[in-house]
């Protein structure tokens, strides 16, 4: 097809979003064409959850061999070389990038069109300046680190998320500005490496206090300085860099890393000659079906204000395509997971007990230390602990939440539970493989009825 044809679906960007409203488009049998103005893949191939995760891997291999917990089996870890772990990181992302995104698009039969799209009007998209028509669109452009207005930042020169995963030299000292997902794995990631590193924010502020209170003491045990505050000021200090916070503390670092955040990235789309509002924050405004404003375009991802997962900006994505086509389907939120990879994880599914209770629950809990969890205990690590949120009147999980090694893993089996409507007897009652950390899970539905002590298996 070239631009003058008229194709069912135009889809701006290409990554989860857009990748996978063009598979679905294409599944139902409509003509689909995709626009990038950059780097082929979106965020979370190539500047987001691949390179952070494979970058936390070598960074947590190397920190289990320095606190390796069985001295009968002593490990060893040397020196860091940031370029070739970067060069190991950025071949990792060129093959998946061809794998997962280029030849999925050839095999799905759609095509990328290079080049920045802009609206003339609510109905004319351009490509580059040229027309590209279409039924429907779906703008799938991302999010892009959010910089604070903080005096004199602008003078400093500031790495970001994107930024700090292009080093090739580690600093000797870092301080990072903000406590959220990314403000944590990248401190940790960087401790692990051998920074000497400052978190300047509230740690997991929305995590559940006993959680985020545990993954604090765990930061604090690794030599990570935490500072409970807001920054106010940043000015330069010789070769570093300080930064005062609200209430007069002050961190020094040779770097600083901003992590407050991510913000739409909108740029360039005009997206008032199209007729499409965002919120006070710049995201683009969807109904339950994600249509925008304007009638004929439809917006997923981060560029909305949605969950800032890869898996929801492709269910989202799915949902999108699928409505652009004539369907009326929305995003279903239950027992959404998320995972903080830091280590230990940081992991839910479902909703807190703040948010049980803001929402009319008579909420009932409980909590267990992982130093009551037989794979804990055997692992040698017992940092963390899980917590069950559930009706008071039904018994009915509306939220798991765990700090340990593999939370993460464990959170497919709490969303599960939670979306069948999972009571915490019925979760007590279910097998459970015993010395996995998975089996804390039951082992905290059983505090429901019976908080005495139990044996291994009980």
Same mark, same amino acid.
């Given at each position: 097809?070239?631009?003058?044809?008229?194709?069912?679906?135009?889809?701006?960007?290409?990554?989860?979003?857009?990748?996978?409203?063009?598979?679905?488009?294409?599944?139902?049998?409509?003509?689909?064409?995709?626009?990038?103005?950059?780097?082929?893949?979106?965020?979370?191939?190539?500047?987001?959850?691949?390179?952070?995760?494979?970058?936390?891997?070598?960074?947590?291999?190397?920190?289990? %061999?320095? /606190?390796?917990? *069985?001295?009968?089996? &002593?490990? @060893? =870890?040397?020196?860091? $070389?940031?370029?070739? !772990?970067?060069?190991?990181?950025?071949?990792?992302?060129?093959?998946?990038?061809?794998?997962?995104?280029?030849?999925? %698009?050839? /095999?799905?039969? *759609?095509?990328?069109? &290079?080049? @920045? =799209?802009?609206?003339? $009007?609510?109905?004319? !998209?351009?490509?580059?300046?040229?027309?590209?028509?279409?039924?429907?669109?779906?703008?799938?452009?991302?999010?892009?680190?959010?910089?604070?207005?903080?005096?004199?930042?602008?003078?400093?020169?500031?790495?970001?998320?994107?930024?700090?995963?292009?080093?090739?030299?580690?600093?000797?000292?870092?301080?990072?500005?903000?406590?959220?997902?990314?403000?944590?794995?990248?401190?940790?990631?960087?401790?692990?490496?051998?920074?000497?590193?400052?978190?300047?924010?509230?740690?997991?502020?929305?995590?559940?206090?006993?959680?985020?209170?545990?993954?604090?003491?765990?930061?604090?045990?690794?030599?990570?300085?935490?500072?409970?505050?807001?920054?106010?000021?940043?000015?330069?200090?010789?070769?570093?860099?300080?930064?005062?916070?609200?209430?007069?503390?002050?961190?020094?670092?040779?770097?600083?890393?901003?992590?407050?955040?991510?913000?739409?990235?909108?740029?360039?789309?005009?997206?008032?000659?199209?007729?499409?509002?965002?919120?006070?924050?710049?995201?683009?405004?969807?109904?339950?079906?994600?249509?925008?404003?304007?009638?004929?375009?439809?917006?997923?991802?981060?560029?909305?204000?949605?969950?800032?997962?890869?898996?929801?900006?492709?269910?989202?994505?799915?949902?999108?395509?699928?409505?652009?086509?004539?369907?009326?389907?929305?995003?279903?939120?239950?027992?959404?997971?998320?995972?903080?990879?830091?280590?230990?994880?940081?992991?839910?599914?479902?909703?807190?007990?703040?948010?049980?209770?803001?929402?009319?629950?008579?909420?009932?809990?409980?909590?267990?230390?992982?130093?009551?969890?037989?794979?804990?205990?055997?692992?040698?690590?017992?940092?963390?602990?899980?917590?069950?949120?559930?009706?008071?009147?039904?018994?009915?999980?509306?939220?798991?939440?765990?700090?340990?090694?593999?939370?993460?893993?464990?959170?497919?089996?709490?969303?599960?539970?939670?979306?069948?409507?999972?009571?915490?007897?019925?979760?007590?009652?279910?097998?459970?493989?015993?010395?996995?950390?998975?089996?804390?899970?039951?082992?905290?539905?059983?505090?429901?009825?019976?908080?005495?002590?139990?044996?291994?298996?009980?």
């Amino acid at each position: 097809m070239t631009r003058n044809d008229e194709f069912d679906l135009a889809v701006i960007g290409t990554g989860g979003a857009a990748m996978s409203a063009a598979i679905h488009a294409r599944l139902e049998g409509a003509s689909v064409v995709a626009i990038e103005s950059g780097t082929l893949g979106g965020t979370c191939v190539n500047i987001g959850c691949v390179p952070s995760k494979t970058l936390l891997a070598a960074a947590h291999t190397r920190h289990d %061999a320095l /606190a390796n917990p *069985f001295p009968g089996a &002593p490990t @060893t =870890a040397g020196g860091v $070389d940031l370029g070739e !772990l970067m060069q190991q990181k950025d071949d990792l992302i060129g093959m998946l990038r061809q794998t997962k995104y280029a030849d999925i %698009a050839t /095999a799905y039969g *759609f095509g990328i069109t &290079p080049g @920045t =799209a802009t609206f003339a $009007d609510p109905t004319t !998209l351009l490509v580059d300046g040229q027309p590209v028509r279409a039924k429907s669109y779906l703008v799938a452009t991302g999010a892009e680190p959010h910089i604070p207005t903080i005096p004199e930042l602008e003078n400093i020169d500031y790495l970001t998320s994107t930024t700090a995963m292009e080093l090739t030299v580690l600093p000797h000292s870092l301080v990072v500005i903000g406590g959220g997902f990314v403000g944590l794995e990248q401190a940790q990631l960087f401790a692990r490496l051998g920074v000497d590193v400052t978190i300047v924010g509230r740690l997991a502020p929305h995590a559940e206090p006993e959680l985020s209170s545990e993954l604090r003491k765990a930061f604090l045990a690794e030599g990570i300085t935490v500072i409970n505050d807001r920054a106010a000021t940043i000015t330069p200090d010789g070769d570093r860099v300080r930064v005062s916070t609200q209430t007069g503390k002050e961190a020094t670092g040779e770097r600083i890393l901003v992590a407050t955040g991510r913000t739409a990235r909108t740029r360039g789309l005009d997206l008032t000659a199209a007729g499409i509002a965002t919120d006070e924050r710049g995201f683009i405004i969807v109904d339950t079906q994600q249509r925008t404003t304007n009638p004929a375009v439809f917006a997923a991802g981060d560029v909305t204000d949605a969950p800032q997962y890869v898996y929801v900006a492709a269910m989202a994505g799915k949902i999108a395509a699928r409505n652009a086509l004539g369907q009326r389907e929305h995003v279903d939120y239950t027992g959404l997971p998320s995972v903080l990879f830091t280590s230990p994880q940081l992991a839910s599914a479902g909703i807190t007990e703040a948010e049980a209770l803001a929402a009319g629950y008579r909420c009932a809990c409980r909590y267990l230390r992982l130093s009551d969890v037989p794979r804990a205990i055997t692992n040698h690590n017992t940092r963390g602990g899980i917590k069950i949120v559930a009706d008071a009147d039904t018994g009915k999980v509306l939220g798991i939440h765990a700090l340990a090694e593999t939370a993460g893993e464990m959170m497919l089996a709490a969303t599960y539970a939670i979306t069948a409507g999972f009571t915490v007897t019925q979760l007590s009652d279910t097998w459970a493989p015993y010395l996995t950390m998975a089996e804390g899970i039951r082992l905290t539905a059983n505090l429901f009825r019976n908080e005495l002590p139990t044996s291994c298996c009980a």
